[in-house]
Structure formats: structure tokens, C-alpha cells
């Protein structure tokens, strides 16, 4: 069983800029896929970025390529997300998410944590 807690969302100005933390419990971090997602009222969710175990491998959703950016720290058991240029679309929970290596999909979920953009 692999835990996530996420911390850093908030209330920002449009135009300004969050870093998402995600914290995991256990040994095998270095080994898993790690992943933001996020969802907004009434909407379905999306994924917004993930990264490999290594750290090499990034993916970013289209709306938010140049403006978001996805790292870990391996020794620290933590994925980030640094958000930047906020619009007011980016308004959503945004979830964190881990892969196992050899897995298909996302099997562990945070809590959330709420991003709002006003404009």
C-alpha cells in the first residue's frame, strides 16, 4: 500500500505561481511512475503531467506545456509540480498519483488538494 499526501494548493492571482508537493510513504518511490492529475467542477479529469522513476521521462498535458513543470526527489519520497503563469482554467483539485513499474495504470491516489485561479 503506497500512501500520497499532497500540500501546496491555494488561492493565487491569475498570472501567478503554486508548487505542488506530493509526499509518498514507503521504500519503492524511486521505482514508480509518479503522476498529477486534476479536476474541476463539473468536468471530467485530466492528466496534467507525470514522470518516470528515473526522472528523465516527463509528459505534459497540452494546457499546460511551457507553463507547468514536474519533478521528484527520490531521497525525499516527493513528486512537485511547479505551476506557472496561472490562468483562472487551471482552477481544480489536483491529485497525485502512482504507477508501480509494470502496471498499466494509476492505482494510488492523494486526498487533493485545491488550486483556485481568480482572475
Known amino acids: 500500500q503506497v500512501r500520497l499526501v499532497e500540500s501546496g494548493g491555494g488561492l493565487v492571482q491569475a498570472g501567478g505561481s503554486l508548487r505542488l508537493s506530493c509526499t509518498a510513504s514507503?521504500?519503492?518511490?524511486?521505482?514508480?511512475?509518479m503522476g498529477w492529475f486534476r479536476q474541476a467542477p463539473g468536468k471530467e479529469r485530466e492528466s496534467v503531467a507525470s514522470?518516470?522513476?528515473?526522472?528523465?521521462?516527463?509528459y505534459y498535458g497540452d494546457s499546460v506545456k511551457g507553463r507547468f513543470t514536474i519533478s521528484r526527489d527520490n531521497a525525499k519520497n516527493t513528486v512537485y509540480l511547479q505551476m506557472n503563469s496561472l490562468k483562472p482554467e487551471d482552477t481544480a483539485v489536483y491529485y497525485c498519483?502512482?504507477?508501480?513499474?509494470?502496471?498499466?495504470?494509476?492505482?494510488?491516489w492523494g486526498q487533493g488538494t485545491q488550486v483556485t485561479v481568480s482572475s
Open positions: 514507503g521504500r519503492a518511490f524511486s521505482s514508480y511512475t
Open positions: 498519483a502512482a504507477r508501480t513499474r509494470g502496471s498499466l495504470r494509476f492505482a494510488y
Open positions: 514522470i518516470m522513476w528515473s526522472g528523465d521521462t516527463t
